[in-house]
């Protein structure tokens, strides 16, 4: 039997309280799930005053609607679905959900020149790549993939969601989710090793 | 080395879920140099991605929602309560219709029947829009409950 840890409260002893009447105790939810509300809203809204607003809507959301939440998911994934819904209707008014930066090629194709660029790449980088270097160059090559990209690498790399509770907060089957996935991390790989090539040349 | 080298998908279920891989991948990969290259190339991207610093706000999210919270119960307490406006609505409308409740019957007498159609009309279009907003508003609502 899994035991819930002493210093996590569950959903029920976080939502209670608030349904209750003791509307400070709803900080408690805000602290609990900002890290990962954060995860959404900063990968899909550029702009600080933006995500401002954005995070203030959503917590005004999550506050009215808490009665109806039903403990039929985790609270987190609940919260994240509100986010990232109020996001994505942000971007789609902007028609930037899917929007790629132009030095991104999204089909990935054109960026590798052949199998053995890539394999000469590798082998000249694996020893050479400073870990810090390769999160900051990362950083930059995640910040030019479309929004819900970002979005969905953040949630699994280092929220580690799984592909279901993605498929739930984003509103896309598992098969999408894992497509998107899919295609990111090849985009990520090969624009990764085309700029240690460029380097090195 | 057997077979074609491994499909990207192939590479990236090496690196994540490596039991689920064919033995024929497996036994392709130990013999492969290039395939063996791109492994190595994901497994990086993979530790860079999980070592991503995580995103946080330039604001204090808790202090701007708290404040908006007691914000909007201070308004709540300045309006009045439903049983000030139910007691305002019967006074503005019960005490007229007892002053002039002879009169009363003459309203829908002497009103003229394109007048009173109207009037029905209007209110008819009136009260379709506010349930059809009402809908609109519901169902909004529950996709973002449920969706």
Not at chain 2, 83 to 107: E, G, H, M, N
Not at chain 2, 110 to 136: E, M, P, Q, T, W
């Amino acid at each position: 039997m899994s035991k819930q840890p002493r210093n996590i409260p569950t959903d029920r002893q976080l939502v209670d309280p608030v349904l209750g009447g003791d509307t400070p105790a709803f900080s408690e939810i805000i602290s609990m799930t900002e890290g990962l509300v954060a995860q959404i809203v900063c990968k899909m809204i550029s702009n600080e005053e933006d995500r401002k607003d954005i995070v203030q809507d959503i917590y005004l959301k999550v506050f009215h609607y808490l009665k109806g939440f039903r403990f039929q998911s985790k609270l987190s994934t609940w919260v994240a679905q509100i986010a990232y819904n109020t996001c994505s209707s942000q971007l789609q008014k902007r028609r930037l959900l899917l929007h790629v930066l132009p030095d991104f090629d999204m089909d990935g194709e054109s960026l590798s020149s052949g199998r053995q660029h890539t394999v000469r790449a590798a082998e000249e980088t694996d020893d050479s790549i400073l870990k810090k270097e390769l999160t900051g160059i990362l950083q930059a090559q995640i910040g030019q993939l479309p929004p819900l990209y970002q979005t969905l690498i953040g949630l699994y790399h280092q929220e580690e969601l799984t592909y279901q509770e993605m498929a739930q907060i984003t509103g896309l089957p598992e098969g999408t989710v894992k497509s998107y996935l899919f295609r990111a991390r090849k985009m990520l790989k090969e624009k990764l090793l085309s700029k240690y090539k460029m380097e090195k040349l | 080395m057997s077979g074609a080298h491994l499909s990207e998908e192939e590479l990236q279920q090496y690196i994540l879920d490596r039991p689920a891989c064919t033995p024929e991948d497996i036994a392709h990969l130990d013999g492969c140099p290039d395939c063996q290259a791109q492994v190595a190339a994901y497994g990086l991207l993979m530790e860079g991605l999980s070592q991503q610093p995580a995103p946080v706000f330039g604001f204090d999210v808790s202090a701007i929602v708290m404040g908006q919270l007691a914000e909007s119960a201070e308004r709540r307490v300045e309006r009045p309560s439903w049983w000030a406006t139910a007691a305002l609505i019967l006074l503005v409308t019960a005490v007229p219709a007892w002053l002039f409740r002879k009169s009363a019957y003459y309203v829908f007498t002497d009103i003229s029947a394109v007048f009173l159609y109207l009037i029905l009309a209007a209110a008819g279009v009136f009260v379709l829009l506010r349930v059809l907003h009402l809908i609109k508003r519901y169902q909004q609502i529950i996709n973002i409950i449920n969706k």
